[in-house]
């Protein structure tokens, strides 16, 4: 018997099979990012000082229930309510869809559908009534590629640190909101959004704002103005959880740059406690 005839053939590759193994995979990580949660990058300054830019974070998905809105990949018609819906609760820093363009945006629940919501001279008012407000020891941020100070503020909040090094120092409060939750905000000068007329949330929405205060387009501001407006219950699509890892912007395609990257000590944290 030659070596040739013991040879056992090679069954030939089944691509069908392939190809609906695979389509399953990306429906189970589909279903997954839709229902239970996922990752989400910060991209902007608009929630410093909790966040910073580069920071990686995991969404979870079903704590406000399910609406139109909810599957990574836009398939439903617009649909009023949700399924398994549940309100957010004040302080809850939550993943929102954008009125106008459906983008993902990251902003704080601040008021529920009843509530009055107001600014003066920088401070929130709550229902009438002052929240509790502090001032704390300012937030010194490095400065990297992707966390330079504020365009408007750069010569009057850009430092060195004792170290030697360049951060952004910038004047730093601590909110607490009824209830007890509590969190750090940043309010670096006078702004047109300092101001505002008292507006209660209709049923059915909810008030947003960003921890930076002045770098932060949010529900003070009308949908017209780029803003979120009154935000509809069906635009809340998850919860953020936690920090797992955060990247100061450095890298390239060298993998010898990734690891110089990463914030050492922005990893593993938790959020809306």
């Not at 704080?108 to 009843?114: A, H, M, N, S």
């Not at 365009?151 to 009057?156: K, L, R």
């Not at 170290?163 to 509590?182: D, I, K």
């Amino acid at each position: 018997m030659t070596e040739a005839s013991t040879t056992v053939a090679k069954k030939p590759t089944n691509w069908a099979h392939e190809l609906w193994q695979l389509f399953l995979l990306v429906l189970a990580v589909l279903a997954v990012h839709s229902f239970i949660a996922k990752p989400f990058y910060i991209p902007s300054g608009s929630m410093l000082p909790t966040l910073f830019i580069g920071d990686r974070l995991i969404v979870s998905k079903f704590p406000y229930g399910y609406s139109y809105l909810s599957p990574s990949i836009e398939v439903l018609p617009p649909i009023q309510g949700r399924l398994l819906g549940s309100m957010p609760a004040r302080g809850d820093i939550a993943i929102v869809k954008a009125p106008r363009d459906h983008v993902a945006w990251i902003k704080r629940v601040i008021g529920l559908p009843g509530d009055t919501v107001q600014m003066k001279d920088g401070a929130l008012w709550l229902n009438g009534v002052p929240v509790q407000r502090e001032r704390v020891a300012d937030t010194e941020i490095a400065v990297s590629p992707n966390s330079d100070c504020l365009t408007i503020v750069d010569a009057q909040y850009r430092a060195t640190s004792a170290a030697g090094t360049q951060v952004c120092r910038y004047p730093t409060w601590r909110e607490t909101l009824p209830g007890g939750r509590s969190y750090l905000t940043l309010d670096v000068g006078e702004m047109p959004q300092d101001n505002t007329p008292p507006v209660i949330v209709p049923e059915g929405h909810v008030f947003l704002m960003g921890d930076n205060r002045d770098n932060s387009q949010d529900s003070r501001f009308d949908v017209s103005r780029d803003g979120l407006g009154m935000l509809p219950i069906e635009n809340v699509v998850g919860r953020a959880e936690f920090i797992t890892f955060s990247l100061d912007g450095s890298t390239d395609w060298n993998p010898m740059t990734w690891l110089g990257a990463v914030r050492t000590d922005r990893y593993l944290i938790g959020l809306n406690n």
